[in-house]
């Protein structure tokens, strides 16, 4: 079974920063990628940014300039560098993981969430 572990969430001030974690853990064959997803009350959960094997990313439009998402193969671990802030980006995020395991089946993955409140 894999595990992912999320930190790094909290209150922030508009124009603040915050930079979220996710660890995956157990019996992982390979990582194909790791992405970051969001869910505020009323909405349905998209996609904040992503990266595959190779580094290339994609982002949602509402925070191309202001997210950076990168990783750390050797640690299985994908992070989320949250600048600029904005009330708007008030949510619950989610990390992601599409992996090979120990079954050599491709299984995606998510964490259990961790809020991300932004204050104007």
């Known amino acids: 079974q894999v595990q992912l572990v999320e930190s790094g969430g909290g209150l922030a001030q508009a124009g603040g920063s915050l930079r979220l974690s996710c660890v995956a853990s157990g019996t992982i064959f390979s990582i194909n990628s790791m992405g970051w997803y969001r869910q505020a009350p009323g909405t349905q959960r998209d996609l904040v940014a992503s990266?595959?094997?190779?580094?290339?990313?994609n982002y949602a439009d509402s925070v191309k300039g202001r997210f950076t998402i990168s990783r750390d193969n050797a640690k299985n671990t994908v992070y989320l560098e949250m600048n600029s802030l904005k009330p708007e980006d008030t949510a619950v995020y989610y990390c992601?993981?599409?992996?090979?395991?120990?079954?050599?089946?491709?299984?995606?993955?998510w964490g259990q969430g961790t809020q991300v409140t932004v204050s104007s």
């Open positions: 990266i595959i094997r190779s580094g290339s990313t």
């Open positions: 992601n993981v599409h992996l090979r395991d120990w079954s050599s089946r491709f299984v995606y993955y």
